[in-house]
């Protein structure tokens, strides 16, 4: 008898090009480890000149392209975007569990922060039926370690991995999340 596949959503970081190559690294790692009962979508998102880039309108334009449950999954920008739809809009598919990497917590006064920064109730706008998991390197030289520890308080029912290295980008290993995934 023969699995349906499991689909997994994936956010990219930034929104170059090079940054799109630089997370597909990741993607390739996570389809490698989860297998062929797993398919991973990976859009690329352009950025539009809207203040969030447009990916609220692209996150939720992706999710309804899929067919079936769905397993959430962002990198760095495309984790906290992915984190900010979840909490401005209702999901009508099954998500099985969300996953953000090195996810930025965007604050201060600057306005092009504006369309970035979460909701002061984002917490209490998530589901709590679906599994949260954030992950984060001691050593990510783009997202500062702090804003795990923010993320800490801000998400006690969260599940968090504290990773001593790999940089942002994990050493483009994520071996962590899939077993993370396939406990689901």
């Known amino acids: 008898m023969s699995r349906t596949n499991k689909n997994l959503l994936f956010i990219q970081g930034g929104g170059s090009t090079e940054d799109y190559e630089a997370d597909k690294k990741l993607v390739d790692s996570l389809q490698t480890i989860l297998g062929e009962t797993y398919t991973v979508h990976y859009p690329r998102l352009p950025s539009e000149s809207t203040p969030d880039l447009g990916r609220i309108k692209q996150i939720g334009d992706q999710i309804l392209q899929i067919e079936g449950d769905l397993i959430l999954l962002g990198h760095s920008l495309g984790a906290s975007m992915l984190l900010k739809y979840l909490s401005e809009n209702e999901i009508r598919k099954k998500a099985i569990g969300v996953f ?61 991995r504290e990773l001593a290295s790999g940089g942002h980008q994990l050493n483009n290993d994520l071996t962590v999340v899939a077993n993370d995934i396939l406990s689901l």
Not at 116 to 145: G, I, M, T, W
Request: proline fraction near 8%.
């Open 100 to 160: 953000l990497i090195a996810t930025p917590f965007w604050s201060g006064d600057e306005e092009w922060k504006d369309g970035f920064k979460l909701p002061e109730n984002f917490a209490d706008r998530l589901s709590k039926d679906v599994p949260l998991f954030l992950y984060h390197c001691q050593d990510d030289e783009e997202v500062p370690f702090a804003h795990f520890a923010i993320y800490r308080k801000k998400l006690p029912r969260a599940i968090f």
